[in-house]
């Protein structure tokens, strides 16, 4: 299928398999970048959420987004036309890519028509919807008949599909002979909180981090996956593997709070029924709008981990 320019009505392209809503994902997840809560999975609301966490995450690592992009311009090289965004979510990386890459065109893909119709309405509202198509399709089942791409970029996307090896194939498939995949994720839920940011619930996040890593395990098997060694059985060759701490403490942008309330609140919706009953009630403390709430707080500590796989589709094969 041939992606087809931005539109705010029709964000697929023709002949995409259509996704009924609230039916895009596979599993429920709550790695802290933006994955939904069990119970509202898939709604407008859990979308709307979704999309608030990762315009937050952007907006306050956006030093990160300049320079990971930077990095994966450097090993691309000149002449770059054609780049997929893989699982693209609200756009952030299309429009990051857009800056980074003045000479090419961007397709975003992704299985939620939700975010591909955010994604067209900002390409609209930023006047370049001329160098934005979508495509709505499973990263799983191929990129639709894409081929030639000089790079895909799947920021966050990969560990949310059924099968690794399949979706490899099919970026492959989709690149040109040379072209270049990175792959980018974030190790797990951030770190926001003091040992004592609860009252009389010392450790609340390091228990909450366990109860999610349980969940992770049952539920996004390969969020923490070994990329280098699936890139390699894919038949790309992979080149760089970057790995960046990323910290924001005090003076505190006001995204810092914003995002630790989404993330936070996300992961209490996760974590209900499965956590200890008390630190659901104390995580309730930290953002419900009175004195230890985490929007109002100047003690946070944003901390991330986020890792980079840059692979090529070997040139001299067909
Ligand atoms: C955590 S978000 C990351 C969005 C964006 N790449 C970023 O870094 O901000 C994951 C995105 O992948 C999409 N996604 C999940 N599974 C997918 C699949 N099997 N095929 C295509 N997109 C998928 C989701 O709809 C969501 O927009």
């Not at 964000?11 to 995409?16: E, I, L, R, T």
């Not at 630790?260 to 659901?280: E, H, K, M, N, Q």
Request: with cysteine; aromatic share 4%; glycine share 12%.
């Amino acid at each position: 299928m041939t992606p087809t320019p931005s539109h705010p009505h029709a964000p697929g392209p023709h002949g995409a398999a259509p996704h009924a809503h609230g039916a895009q994902h596979g599993h429920d997840e709550h790695d802290g970048h933006g994955h939904a809560h069990p119970h509202d999975h898939g709604t407008a609301a859990a979308q709307d959420a979704l999309a608030t966490v990762l315009d937050l995450d952007a907006e306050l690592f956006a030093g990160y987004l300049t320079s990971v992009t930077a990095r994966v311009a450097g090993a691309a090289g000149d002449g770059i036309t054609h780049v997929v965004d893989l699982g693209a979510g609200t756009g952030t990386g299309t429009f990051a890519l857009l800056e980074r890459f003045p000479g090419a065109r961007v397709t975003a893909v992704d299985n939620s028509p939700e975010m591909l119709a955010l994604i067209a309405e900002s390409a609209r509202a930023k006047g370049l919807d001329d160098r934005v198509s979508t495509l709505e399709t499973d990263a799983g089942a191929g990129l639709g008949g894409i081929e030639g791409a000089d790079l895909v970029w799947a920021s966050a996307s990969l560990h949310h599909v059924d099968d690794p090896a399949a979706a490899l194939a099919g970026i492959r498939a989709a690149l040109r002979p040379g072209g270049l995949l990175a792959v980018a994720e974030m190790d797990g839920m951030p770190h926001f909180l003091p040992e004592d940011a609860a009252p009389g619930r010392p450790g609340l996040e390091e228990r909450c981090r366990e109860a999610l890593d349980g969940l992770h395990a049952r539920q996004v098997p390969h969020l923490g996956a070994d990329w280098a060694a699936l890139l390699a059985g894919a038949g790309l060759t992979v080149e760089q593997e970057h790995v960046e701490p990323l910290e924001v403490r005090a003076p505190l942008p006001p995204s810092a709070g914003r995002y630790a309330y989404v993330v936070l609140d996300r992961i209490r919706g996760a974590l209900d029924g499965v956590a200890d009953p008390a630190d659901l009630a104390a995580l309730g403390v930290l953002l419900d709008g009175g004195p230890h709430d985490v929007r109002h707080r100047d003690d946070l500590v944003v901390r991330s981990t986020r890792r980079l796989w840059v692979a090529r589709r070997p040139a001299d094969e067909g």
